[in-house]
C-alpha cells in the first residue's frame, strides 16, 4: 500500500481527507452527482412549490412540499453516502473500483442504511428534544425570576437564547457523534442497523471529541462553499428580477456544491472507522496478514475488510 494503516492525528486525518478526495476527484465527484442530479431534476420538476416563489404564501401545499423535498433530498444523498463509504474502503485500501462499482457492491445493504438513517435522527430528535423541553422550562422560571427581580427583560432573552441554542446544539452534536461511524459500519461490515450503531458506540469511545471537532470543522467549510455559491448565483440572477430565474439558478447551484463538497464529510468519517479500527482493533495487522495471504490457521481475519 503507498499510504499504510497507521493510527492518525486529527490533523493528518484531515490532510488524508483533501488527499484522498484530490487523487480520486472524477469517482468521488462521480458518485455524489449521481444523486444529486437526481435531486436536482426532482426540484425542478416540483419548482412552482419553491420557497423562493411563495414569499408570504404559507399554506399547507408550501410546507407540505418543502417536507418532501426535504425528504427526497435525504433519501438520495443517504445513498451516496453509502456508496462513498464503498468507494472510500475500496481507494484507502489500494483498492480498484469505480462509480457504476460503488453503488452496485451496496446491494441490500442499502435497507440497513436507511434503517441507520431512521435511528439516528429518532435517537437525536428525541434525547435533543427532551433537553429541548427542559431547557425551556428552565429558561421560563429563570425569566419570571428575573422579571421580578427587575434585571433587564431583553438583554435577560437574548442571554438564555444564546445559552439555549448552545446547550441544544452541544446535546445533539453529543448524541450524533455517538453514531457518526454508523453508515461506515454499516456497509463495510455488513451489519444490520441496530448492530452498526452499537458498533459505532464501541468504535467511537473515548475519541468522540476528535469526531466532533473534525465533523464540526468540515460542516463549516462545506457550509461556506455553499454558502459562497448560492450568494454569487443570486447576485448574478439578480437584474433580472424573476423568482423562477432565481429559483432554477440556486437550485444548480445547491446540485454544484453539494457535488463538490459532500464527499469530503464522509470521506472523513470513513478514514475515522479505519483509524479507529487501527487503534482498537490493529486492523492494519490484518490487512498487512491478508496481502501476505498468510494461512488461515495462523491467521485470524476480519469478515469484511
Known sequence: MSDPLRPMSTGELLDRTFVLYRKNFVLFVGIAAVTHAINL????????????????????????????????????????????????????????TSVWAAYRDLGKRIISVFGVLALV??????????????????????LVGLHYGGAPSMAANVVL??????????????????????????????????????????????????????????????????????????SAVFPFHSRLVSAIVVAVTGFLSGTLTAPLITIAMSLLYYDERVRKEAFDLHVMMANLDIPAETATLPASL
Open 161 to 234: 437564547a444564546l445559552i439555549f441554542l448552545a446547550v441544544a446544539f452541544a446535546a445533539f452534536v453529543a448524541v450524533y457523534v455517538r453514531y457518526a461511524l454508523a453508515t461506515q459500519a454499516c456497509v463495510v461490515e455488513g451489519l444490520r442497523a441496530w448492530a452498526a450503531m452499537k458498533r459505532s458506540v464501541s468504535l467511537s469511545k473515548e475519541h468522540r471529541w476528535r469526531i466532533a471537532i473534525i465533523y464540526s470543522l468540515l460542516v463549516i467549510f462545506v457550509s461556506t462553499v455553499a454558502w459562497t455559491l448560492s450568494w454569487a448565483a443570486r
Open 121 to 142: 435522527l429518532l435517537l437525536c430528535g428525541l434525547i435533543t428534544g427532551i433537553i429541548v423541553v427542559i431547557l425551556i422550562m428552565l429558561m421560563g422560571v429563570l
Open 41 to 96: 431534476a426532482y426540484q425542478l420538476l416540483t419548482i412552482q412549490s419553491s420557497p423562493m416563489l411563495h414569499r408570504g404564501r404559507f399554506g399547507f401545499s408550501y410546507y407540505a412540499g418543502l417536507g418532501l423535498a426535504w425528504a427526497f433530498a435525504v433519501v438520495v444523498v443517504t445513498v451516496s453516502q453509502a456508496a462513498t463509504v464503498k468507494a472510500v474502503a475500496a481507494v484507502h485500501l489500494n483498492r480498484s
